[in-house]
């Protein structure tokens, strides 16, 4: 019992440490960087409150996306977003039965969301700029990491399972 709760108090605090140290300093401290090195004035959503809601709107909807990731991985992989404390099974399961880095897909929707709400052009080129730094990632790293670690069972999900794309079946 206390080993149970050991490991799963480590997976935890890793996906915490994780958010704080990935996503937080993707989605809040290079933008804000951005932001007051070109010291560019704008107004929210562009001068329109409809792109700001918008924006928040998609800030938020990819916000609770990369925790409902999170949470199926603790949940059914038994493990976190985070290295140190990878999965331990393939999670084939509802969202990723669709697309492969649905938490990827998070941090896009949430950084489109930021350059709506505040109305910056500069951060969609960070958006491109994250988009291309995460596709090396994934491609270079993250799934031949995961090939390693599950083997043909990877190379099947990745035969049935797009990488960015959903593809619904009807």
Not at 36 to 59: A, H, P, R, W, Y
Not at 67 to 88: D, E, N, R, W
């Amino acid at each position: 019992m206390v080993k149970f709760v050991y490991k799963n108090l480590i997976r935890i605090i890793d996906g915490a440490l994780y958010g704080w140290i990935g996503p937080f300093s993707v989605l809040y401290i290079i933008p804000q960087f951005i932001l007051k090195i070109t010291n560019v004035k704008s107004q929210d959503g562009f001068g329109f409150l409809t792109i700001k809601i918008t924006g928040m709107i998609l800030m938020w909807s990819g916000a609770v996306l990369a925790i409902y990731c999170s949470l199926l991985m603790l949940s059914f992989a038994k493990g976190t977003p985070l290295v140190t404390s990878a999965p331990q099974k393939l999670l084939v399961r509802n969202i990723y039965k669709y697309i492969r880095h649905p938490m990827m897909w998070a941090l896009f929707i949430v950084v489109l969301g930021e350059a709506l709400t505040f109305g910056q052009w500069i951060l969609f080129i960070w958006l491109i700029a994250m988009s291309r730094i995460i596709f090396l990632i994934v491609v270079n790293y993250e799934e031949p990491q995961l090939e390693r670690r599950f083997g043909e069972s990877w190379n099947e999900y990745c035969r049935k399972v797009p990488r960015w794309l959903p593809r619904f079946k009807a």
